[in-house]
Structures are given as C-alpha cells and as structure tokens.
C-alpha cells in the first residue's frame, strides 16, 4: 500500500463536523476553482494548506477560517492576496497557499529571490518569513504562549506489547524521493500472512495525550485515513494509513464518505481514536516551536510540505514503560533513534537538491510561480508523472547510517521515474557529505539494496525488517558522475562522464 505524505489540509471550523458529498459546496469539502462562490451554502473554493476546499465566506467575501488571509508570516505586514493591489516591499504574508510579497505594486509569489540571503550556517531558528505552524496546520489559529515541552503525552498509542519493529524517519522509497517526515509505527499482527488475520487481530490505535481532534480525511480508501490531533502548546501528532477509526472518532468516519472532514472534537489520553492491522501506522508530531537547522534552503518547502521545518523527535514526549518500548522497536540504533530527515550540508553533495529552474518541493517552474495569476496547486505537474520528478537526494540511509543512499525522481525518463539506489563510496573517494568543488567530477557506482534479514523474515510477514539490520551492495545498477559547483550547486549525470546531458540541481 502505499504511503502518503502529501497531506490534506482543512480548516478547523468551529464546532460542525461537514459530511464530505462530491456534489455539495459544503464546508470542509473538495472544489476546483479558487475564488468561485456558492451563495446556497456561504463558502468559497479557497486553497487550504495544499489542497482546495470550500470555506466558510464572510460579509466580505473573504475567507472565514483565516487560512488565507492570516497575518503576515514576517508578524508585521499586512495581509495580502495573490494579485490585489499592494504598496511597499520587504513584506511577507502566508496566504493563498503560498508565500506572498509586493512587488510593482501587486501581490505576487515570493520567489528565493525575494528573500534575504540566508546567514553564514543558515537558519538556526524559523526565519522571520516563514510561516508559522498554525498557519500551515491550524488555519492560522493564534500562536499559543505555552511551551510543547508542558506537554505530556501519557498513552501509547497502540498497547505496548502490540508494537513491532518500526521504521524511523527518513526513509526515502518510490515517489518519496526526500526523506520521509514520519515514522512508520510496526504492529505484531503484521507477522500473520494477510490471508490468516482475523478481526481480533486488530488493535487499538489511542490518542497519546489531550488534545483537540482538528481534522479526519481519506487517503484514497477506507482503510487509508489520516487523524490530526491539536495538543495545544503548538503541539501536533499527525496520523496516517489508519485502517479504520473508531472510538470518538466512529460517528464522524460514518460520515466520511471517502473525503475529509473539518473537525472540533475533544480526546482524552488513551481514548482510542481507531484501529490497525494491516500495515505500519505513519506518526509524527510537529512542534511549533522547534526548528530544522539541516534545510539550507527554507524556501524550497514554501511550495509544499511546509510543515517539514517543524518535524519534531516525539520520543521525550512519552515516558517510562511506554518511551522504553517505542524506542527498543525503531530500527535505527543510531542517535536519534528517531531518524533524521535534514541533511543538507552546505558546499557537499549530501542532502536535499531540486532541479534548477523549478521552485523547490513543488516541481512546479520558477515562471509559473513568477506569472501566476492563480494560486498554484500542489500535488500534480502538468506532464510529469510525479510532483517528485525533479527531486534528488543523496542522504545516509535511515536505518544502516554507514551508507549512502541516491534517491531522485528522474533517473533516465525524464517525466518522472523515481528511484533509489545504494550509492557505493570506492577506496579513495570522498564520502557525499566531504564532496566539495574541490573534488572536482568524482564518478560512483550504483547499486541495488540487500538487506542482512532479506531472507531472516517468515512467510507472508509484512513487519518492518527488524532493529539494527543493515545494508550491503547488491547487483550494480549504474554509475553516477557528480559535481560540486562554486555557486553550490550539483551537476549529475548516469554513466562515467558528466557532459552535455548533465543536469543541475540547487537546494
């Protein structure tokens, strides 16, 4: 099955829970075009974090969730809409879906060009014009003035002796060519061949701590849900591939009906909010407080996933019996048994990279932002296969951290054809992270992966591979010429030369 990490993001919207019908302008529900308006239900298709939704419409006619006309991300300006009229620069305002800033006396998307040159070591804290987590997740709802760390999470949240080995953060597979921003918690049914598991083999999936359940949507069939629970304290844990809620949840994914719900529900720790049996449950937890230092390049997350900044090791927010056993079954012994996913360093090879000439995360063209009239839609490129296909990322391995891992989405078609690969660092060779302009062209081989429990597992399991395992080269897929550039950028090329078909990548 596969794992998504584009999200759905909805406004919260008071306290009505809005059935999801294809044909209705309900709150809360998909719409097509932003700006039109149904006056039999008061909304207007506006887009939401990254996708388009029917909103609540004031007087005005503006939005009333705030989500697109929140106050500037700089905390100063005022707030603007793409292509109204606008006087001044320097400012910013997290609206329509993307980053915005004055220019000849218009609102236009901020490009990386319109923002301040990043300080020597980059940003050790949320640059001033980034926006804030509740902008992204919450619809621009008032930054708290209590502190994550007051939080206590005192549930598991599925029974500890439940759990199964887990695959940390940062793995990069198929169409998730950057590392991956959650978690995939094990459960022991997954050991049972599917043929054989039963509805006892079910378990409960549990709220880890008081909260606000904010949102409940389909990823694309009934057994594939995503949960989000607000903590409070600019705390957020975010649940996905849940096969089936339940609990304070049943009434609302009674109503479902394969979209997405706004929601205000009150969850108590240990309330359960679901079931799992069929595959891992992705968790994360976002903290609005904390800040990636190992994304040279903010901006590039401007365009989707901009939460990515904010992800957070939920692990201190257990305790005792339940951290303990979390801990044991992640994968990775390495620190932070958690995973990483920001690996850029600055003047090397390793880390995040996007093609040159295309705007960060969102493989949309720096001129289609440029020109935009429109907000511009995340999650599809007009042409390509994958919103991925210019995405590259050459990353330790999420688990085995003594390898390397190139992952890109455009391996020799250029539409989109993500893929990854062990990258296999010769005698002499500098590792990616030492690759500097110094090094000048260095040519590596590429191979497939073999894992030490490839054959370790029992039939028809489906649990993550265990705690600890690690990688070695399998068949030799290719070779990879790459080349750090002054200006910091990378040049790539399969084969034994980089030449006329190189290409080029920027953070």
């Known amino acids: 099955m596969r794992r998504f990490s584009v999200f759905i993001i909805v406004p919260l919207v008071f306290a009505v829970i809005v059935g999801a019908a294809p044909a209705s302008a309900n709150v809360g529900?998909?719409?097509?075009?932003?700006?039109?308006?149904?006056?039999?239900?008061?909304?207007?298709c506006t887009r939401v974090g990254n996708t388009l939704k029917w909103v609540k419409r004031t007087s005005s006619g503006s939005t009333g969730s705030g989500s697109a006309g929140s106050s500037g991300a700089s905390g100063g300006s005022s707030s603007l809409q793409l292509g109204t009229s606008c006087s001044g620069s320097g400012t910013y305002s997290w609206s329509s879906g993307g980053l915005l800033t004055c220019k000849s006396g218009k609102a236009a998307y901020a490009l990386p060009t319109d923002l301040p040159a990043a300080p020597t070591g980059g940003y050790t804290t949320r640059p001033s014009w980034y926006p804030t987590l509740s902008q992204i997740m919450l619809a621009g709802k008032s930054e708290p003035t209590c502190a994550p760390t007051s939080i206590r999470f005192t549930s598991p949240i599925?029974?500890?002796?439940?759990?199964?080995?887990?695959?940390?953060?940062g793995m990069a597979v198929s169409d998730h060519v950057t590392p991956i921003d959650h978690a995939y918690l094990g459960i022991t049914a997954l050991g049972i061949p599917a043929a054989n598991r039963t509805e006892a083999d079910y378990v409960n999936v549990m709220a880890p701590g008081d909260g606000t359940i904010t949102e409940l949507s389909s990823l694309g069939s009934s057994s594939s849900n995503r949960v989000v629970i607000d903590h409070g304290c600019n705390l957020i844990s975010v649940f996905m591939v849940l096969n089936r809620p339940s609990g304070v949840l049943a009434d609302a994914y009674s109503k479902l009906n394969g979209g997405s719900l706004s929601l205000n529900i009150s969850v108590k720790a240990g309330q359960v909010i679901g079931q799992q049996r069929d595959n891992p449950l992705d968790y994360n937890v976002f903290d609005g407080t904390s800040w990636l230092r190992g994304f040279a390049s903010p901006a590039s997350y401007l365009t989707g996933e901009t939460w990515k900044p904010y992800t957070a090791d939920y692990l201190p927010f257990f305790s005792g019996e339940t951290r303990d056993r979390m801990?044991?079954?992640?994968?990775?012994?390495?620190?932070?048994r958690v995973g990483k996913i920001d690996h850029d360093v600055a003047g090397s090879a390793a880390g995040n990279w996007f093609l040159r000439g295309t705007f960060g995360y969102s493989g949309q063209s720096l001129a289609t932002y440029s020109g935009a009239a429109r907000p511009v839609d995340f999650g599809a490129v007009a042409g390509k296969n994958f919103y991925s296909w210019s995405h590259l990322a050459i990353v330790p391995h999420e688990v085995d951290t003594s390898k390397w891992v190139l992952s890109i989405g455009w391996y020799t078609n250029q539409v989109g054809d993500p893929r990854q690969f062990l990258l296999l660092v010769g005698a002499g060779q500098p590792e990616p992270n030492r690759l500097t302009a110094a090094a000048g062209v260095v040519v590596y081989d590429i191979a497939a992966f073999s894992r030490s429990s490839e054959f370790g597992r029992a039939a028809g399991s489906t649990e993550p591979h265990p705690v600890g395992y690690t990688i070695s080269a399998g068949q030799r897929i290719d070779s990879v010429a790459l080349q750090v550039n002054g200006d910091g950028s990378l040049s790539l090329q399969f084969g034994a030369t980089l030449g006329a078909e190189k290409r080029t990548y920027d953070r």
């Open 29 to 44: 529900t998909k719409c097509t075009k932003v700006g039109q308006v149904n006056k039999k239900y008061s909304t207007v």
């Open 158 to 169: 599925v029974p500890n002796d439940k759990l199964a080995p887990s695959i940390p953060y």
């Open 327 to 336: 801990e044991a079954v992640l994968q990775r012994t390495a620190s932070p």
